[in-house]
């Protein structure tokens, strides 16, 4: 069972260049989210899905695209990399329950460098 | 606007001592309080709440919530150098969607 896996784990990228960062899990999670995060600001919600074709953005999503369409697979874009994009990204998932939260669970982090 | 609030931002004891987090919160659809513990990489979940004044426990690790006072903390005692790590508290609201706090960072010495 891998859990939650992003690729890649590092990029270095020129600003003005575009990139995909993968997310995928096996655990058949409804709910899937990317999260940044930068020195004294603790993990920023960028955009999130409830289920394939549904997507939404979240705290801090200019800049950045993100499509559902299988289950196991949420990937995000960058359309431009800006200096500003410079973080480390994490996806995460979990179930999805009405009246309640469940536990989020993380991939191992992506560090992006926009120069 | 939602917001949470960690104290302190950084903390640095010896091995043995016992260790107070805290959290506090400012939200409009609050369902739960959860911790994670943040080494190198990926945070990994250690406790939810939702519930006040019921004191979850792991180990020498425990957490309970006030939801009169909107705040949590998470006890650590007898504290080993493999607790150095940022603690992470988050609320959740509607839908899933988590609001972290800025993190504690842990330093213990040997």
């Known amino acids: 069972n891998a859990g939650v896996t992003q690729t890649p784990k590092f990029q270095v990228l020129k600003t003005g260049q575009s990139m995909t960062l993968q997310c995928a899990q096996d655990m058949n999670h409804e709910y899937m989210s990317w999260y940044r995060q930068d020195p004294g600001m603790g993990l920023r919600l960028i955009h999130y899905s409830v289920g394939a074709g549904i997507t939404d953005q979240g705290e801090v999503p200019n800049g950045y695209n993100v499509s559902r369409s299988t289950t196991e697979d949420f990937p995000l874009r960058l359309l431009s990399a800006a200096p500003s994009q410079t973080s480390v990204y994490f996806c995460a998932s979990s179930y999805l329950r009405v009246f309640m939260n469940t536990e989020a669970f993380f991939g191992q982090g992506t560090r992006l460098t926009v120069v | 606007e939602d917001k949470v609030v960690q104290s302190p931002l950084s903390l640095v004891v010896h091995e043995g001592d016992t260790v107070t987090l805290n959290c506090s919160y400012e939200?409009?659809?609050?369902?739960?309080l959860l911790w994670y513990k943040q080494e190198k990489k990926a945070p990994t979940f250690l406790f939810m709440l939702t519930s006040s004044g019921i004191e979850k426990k792991s180990g020498r690790l425990s957490s309970i919530l006030d939801k009169k006072e909107l705040s949590s903390i998470l006890n650590i005692t007898a504290t080993q150098t493999g607790d150095s790590a940022i603690y992470l508290c988050?609320?959740?609201?509607?839908?899933?969607?988590?609001?972290f706090g800025t993190g504690t960072s842990l330093t213990v010495i040997p």
């Open positions: 988050a609320f959740g609201g509607t839908g899933n969607q988590f609001y």
């Open positions: 939200v409009t659809n609050f369902r739960s």
